[in-house]
Every structure is written in structure tokens, then in C-alpha cells.
């Protein structure tokens, strides 16, 4: 194997770790999203809010049908929080997720 050919394999593996990193922490993310999301509602049903907004992020690809799902929620409810309240609340969940997964795996 020549040293280019290692250099390649390493790439696709730290391509391949990152990914599940990723994956990892935006699972974790979302259900943050949602017990933050259901205490705004002021929703007792947890473990039902969970799956829903979880299943909510499957619907197409990248954050914007979970942030639709919230966005749609909180107006269905009278909660008021700005898109940018949503938004940043998504990144700094994530943020702590990925810290959170790095440190324990």
C-alpha cells in the first residue's frame, strides 16, 4: 500500500467517524429540542412529543422540517418565540450534544 493510498484510507475514516459524530449528536439534539420545545408547551406527554418531533426530522433532509415542526407548534399553542430564539436554540443544542458525545462517546 503506498502512502498515498494510507492517506486515502485515513481520510475516508475520519470522513466516516465525523459522520456518525454527527449523526449521534443530532439524534441527541433533537430529543433536547423536544423537552425544551414540550416544557414551552407546557406538554406532560414527553416520550409522545419526543417521537413526534424526532419524527418530524425525517421528513427531507437538513433542520428545516424539525424547525417547521416547532415553528408550527409553538403558533398553534400562542408560544412566543422568534424564528432566531428557535434557531439559536437548535444550534447551541447541537453545540452541547457534540461536546457531550465527544467527551463520552
Known sequence: MT????????FENKFAHDETLRFKATARRNKQLALWAAEKLGRTDLDAY????????????????????IRSDFDAAGVTQ??????????????????????TG
Open 3 to 10: 502512502t498515498f493510498d494510507k492517506r486515502g484510507d485515513a
Open 50 to 69: 419526543v417521537r413526534e418531533v424526532i419524527a418530524s426530522d425525517l421528513e427531507e433532509a437538513g433542520d428545516e422540517d424539525l424547525f417547521r415542526k
Open 82 to 103: 422568534s424564528d432566531h430564539q428557535i434557531r439559536r436554540t437548535m444550534d447551541e443544542l447541537l453545540t452541547t450534544a457534540m461536546a457531550e458525545i465527544k467527551t
